[in-house]
């Protein structure tokens, strides 16, 4: 992924809520199997990790990204951005890379 391609999703993701929240419990297998059934209806998913978690969210973003085949597109405090495109219908077209 490209940096221009990277700040395009950062400015779609800003408008974004969580749509899941990592706990105290922190990363579960079910949390990463509804991160990767949320990737059946949105390509661009904002994921909140809570005061009272204590592993590190850039951590947490590339063991997600890992176990869903997506990518981090930001981690920014304790807010994390992943987007994994539909093969099928893609409904956000990236800027094309040079």
């Known amino acids: 992924m490209t940096s221009k391609q990277r700040a395009?999703?950062?400015s779609l993701a800003s408008d974004l809520n969580p749509i899941f929240q990592v706990g105290k419990?922190?990363?579960?297998?079910?949390?990463?199997a509804a991160v990767?059934?949320?990737?059946?209806?949105?390509e661009l998913i904002k994921?909140?990790?809570l005061k009272n978690?204590?592993?590190d969210p850039?951590?947490?973003?590339q063991v997600i990204a890992e176990r869903?085949?997506?990518?981090v597109v930001q981690v920014i405090g304790k807010k994390i951005v992943l987007y994994k495109p539909d093969r099928d219908k893609p409904k956000i077209e990236l800027?094309?890379?040079k």
């Open 25 to 32: 419990s922190s990363l579960t297998p079910e949390l990463t």
């Open 95 to 97: 800027p094309k890379a």
């Open 53 to 55: 978690c204590t592993d």
């Open 58 to 61: 850039g951590e947490i973003a």
């Open 47 to 49: 994921i909140g990790v």
């Open 8 to 10: 395009y999703l950062k």
């Open 68 to 71: 869903t085949h997506s990518q």
């Open 36 to 42: 990767g059934e949320a990737f059946n209806n949105n």
